[in-house]
């Protein structure tokens, strides 16, 4: 048996459409899952809930939690229930660059899983995204500027369809990719100016690029009013692009899916941007 969780959200919903057969899906709000599914309802931190719903399940995919301060505590007690429940191999969601000092501070949270994971003695297959080429459009603001301390540093962004393509074949045939990471990225790896062009060119709105200073990007988020770790958080995706971080282009998603990665204007271009 195969376990989806996230399986109402972009990524793990995506993977429920393309798996085929039927899936236990994990989700937090039963209500959202679609009609006649095998669903099981479960909180990551509630390690108890967790067991019960992924108990008799032989692969898992573990879809990273929700950006929280206690996220890593949540992901350990998903793996434990998962040690518990007997399950043969997790497949988990990470994050490119995943390291424990890391630039991009919730890399760290997914270096500290896969630490966790590979501990627990479970076979796992981890899948370390870059950023999501589909949420580009949204960085840009009223004012058709995408504003960040990322200088020219460049991405290799990915598509998040070609993601959960990849995350298909390998739960379809866990065993050929125990034990792997496989580095999720799209063709080419661009800088935000490069970014802003293309959605420009997409949207038909004129788009362009603020190199922000440490000090401007801190100031330009004052207005959210988030908590400072998650305004850090925000900062460190640019400056995890300024240093050369999110630069690496692999060829692991042609390999896991038979065709080449998407590229953000190939993306931008067929019009599936959610």
Do not use: C
Not at 3 to 31: E, K, W
Not at 74 to 87: P, Y
Not at 136 to 152: K, S, T
Not at 239 to 260: F, Q
Request: hydrophobic share 40%.
């Amino acid at each position: 048996m195969i376990v989806i969780s996230g399986a109402t959200g972009r990524l793990g919903g995506r993977v429920a459409q393309r798996i085929g057969g039927r899936p236990r899906l994990l989700v937090r709000d039963a209500s959202r899952a679609p009609q006649g599914a095998d669903v099981a309802v479960a909180d990551y931190a509630d390690g108890e809930s967790v067991r019960r719903a992924l108990d008799g399940a032989e692969t898992v995919l573990m879809v990273s939690g929700a950006e929280t301060p206690d996220r890593v505590a949540q992901h350990r007690s998903f793996v434990d229930a998962a040690k518990a429940a007997g399950v043969g191999h997790l497949v988990y969601t990470s994050f490119a660059g995943a390291a424990p000092d890391a630039t991009f501070t919730l890399a760290r949270d997914h270096w500290h899983t896969e630490k966790h994971i590979r501990d627990r003695g479970i076979d796992y297959t981890f899948l370390r995204d870059n950023l999501y080429a589909d949420f580009l459009p949204f960085l840009v603001g009223e004012d058709g500027v995408i504003r960040g301390p990322a200088g020219d540093g460049r991405a290799a962004v990915v598509a998040q369809d070609d993601i959960a393509d990849a995350i298909v074949a390998v739960l379809r045939e866990p065993a050929g990719h125990a034990g792997k990471t496989y580095e999720m990225t799209g063709p080419e790896a661009i800088s935000l100016a490069e970014a802003a062009a293309i959605v420009g060119e997409a949207t038909g709105k004129p788009v362009r690029y603020h190199d922000e200073s440490l000090a401007e990007a801190y100031a330009s988020r004052e207005h959210y009013q988030a908590p400072k770790w998650q305004v850090d958080a925000w900062v460190s995706t640019y400056t995890a692009i300024a240093a050369g971080e999110l630069a690496h282009v692999s060829s692991d998603v042609e390999t896991l899916i038979g065709r080449p990665a998407t590229s953000l204007r190939e993306l931008l271009s067929s019009g599936d941007r959610a």
